[in-house]
């Protein structure tokens, strides 16, 4: 038995081997299976890594051990408020994080305001947030690229690196004008390429009057002890009395204003890729199918000569592996090149304004679409495969 | 199981008819056929005859629809197909008109196929390869493809192929009959150097009398029966 199966093994593998080297006779066939292959590959990383970058842009940065706090009833922070008070309440629950300065929690708001994009001039939303000067301590991943941070009680702004990028005019030095202020540029920053790389930072405190917004708030971002202290920071603010808030993990809160985009970019690629697949699946089946003709008397005489039909048929689906598996790294390689890392940003639908993303070609998008590659191949060998092993042998050796 | 003092062949009644849409044509019917191991026997008969129906029915490569046929004291016709592929590898060489050689393979690699159903070592393989390589005075070929090969060059690999497993029968349809006067020749003596000197026994069809006569019996195949003289 053992024996038998070494056999088997090392029958498909002659068989296979052969057939391999005959590709280089039949290769314009097998270059157009192979293409069509690459192509499915190509436009399926290439839309996935959207919502991959996408996704990732949103949810890379939003640590576990950061909270946010809304008023309850309020899906983002564009319809939440918050008083001076209640963001005190909340700085002072168990849980949040404490340094020299104080607890590590941070009450901000946040405008939409109207920027020229780099790209084409045309004006799109920033948010520009204004935050506690603790905000940097809170979020904890935000490091200056360029400049300072801005000054307390000054008409000064930090500024994301996606932000930076995608936005005219917010160099180190320069000066934006926003409604009846002007505002100076002391610096960029970094979130790990976070969504806070999208927003333009400022003091809460100099928002507030520019704004009108006398002494309100619209969240409060603490830093908690450890990502577990969140339940009982959670459970004590929501049954505070004097409290009506929602909490919710930054990680979650981006997440969760990611999926809807993410998941319909994920739908149309799927879609998409879905049907060239189709295409693809037609082309290696006729590739094999003429293969598999160009051969029959080939393949008759290996039969005549004591070869099984099943190293037969595992050659033929070996074959078409193979030029499926070529096929889909061509495809992933040309992918990853010409996708992994392009710069772009979206609307982001919550917020109504800009996120600054990187198309995102991961390891598991590869091995998703090599996947697709593979049952390609096997689904387009599989018939083909079948009729070679059913070739009547007297009759085709008669063939010339 | 086998019977050394027995005949190596032994076909009995056997019919063969093939059905294509409602007609029926009846290649074989009642054929009977008896074969000495160490005979090499030549078997002729007009086109259509059915000469390569009997001898795929030999080979293992078809069965009959009625009667039996035994090699080596074995029923083959009802062998089930893998029995029968298994069969085939240990026991029968074959050799086409046409050569049939896998053009992608050099003649070493082609004359090594039927090892790789065994159980030899690469090495063991490569000596049997070199053996038979030698046998059929192409040692100095090896490397060679079909393509570059001549015609009677081509069918010494096809008889490399069939002999390197060491098989009792030989079943070479037409061997000669795609090559010129010269080279038909040097295949001929081949055979009959194997039958001689290997003790192989040889079924060999052809429609050549000049390569009948070197077979030690010929049998005409017409309208489905065997004769030993040609019919008149
Ligand atoms: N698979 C098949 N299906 C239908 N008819 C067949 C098949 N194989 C052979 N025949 C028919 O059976 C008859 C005998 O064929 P076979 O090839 O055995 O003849 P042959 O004696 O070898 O002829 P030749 O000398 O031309 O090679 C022919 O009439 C042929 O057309
Ligand atoms: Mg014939």
Redesign the pocket.
Known sequence: MATGFFNWISQSAAVTLYNLRTIPERRGAALAAAVGIAGVVVVLVGVLSIAEGFHRAMTVAGSPAVALVLRSGSDSEMTSGLTHDQTRLIADAPGVARNDGGALASAELFVIINLPKRSTGTDANVPLRGVSPTAFDVRGNVTLLAGRRFAPGRNEVVVGAGAARQFAGLEVGRTIRVGQNDWAVVGIFAADGGVAESEIWTDAAVLQPAYHRQDTYQAVYVRLTAPDAFPAFSAALTTNPQLSVKVVRQSDYYAEQSTTLTAFIRTIGVAVAGLMALGALFGALNTMYSAVAARTREIATLRALGFGAGPVVCSVLLESLALALIGGAAGAALAYGAFDGFQTSTINWQTFSQVAFAFKVSLPLLVQAIGWAAAIGLAGGIFPALHAARI?I??AL?ET | MSTPNGPLIEIQDVEKI?R?GAEE?H?LSGLNLTVARGEFLALM??????????LNLLGGLDRPDRGTVTVEGKRIDQLSDRQLAAWRARHVGLVFQFYNLLPAMTAERNVELPLLLTDLSRRERRQHVATALAIVGLAHRTRHYPGQLSGGEQQRVGIARAIVTDPTLLLC??PTGDLDRKSGDEILGLLQALNREQGKTILM?T?DPHASARASRTVH?DKGQLSADPPA
């Open positions: 009547p007297a009759a008669r | 093939y294509r044509i290649v008969g007009p086109s259509g005859s059915g000469k390569s129906t009997l349809d037409e069809v429609h195949l």
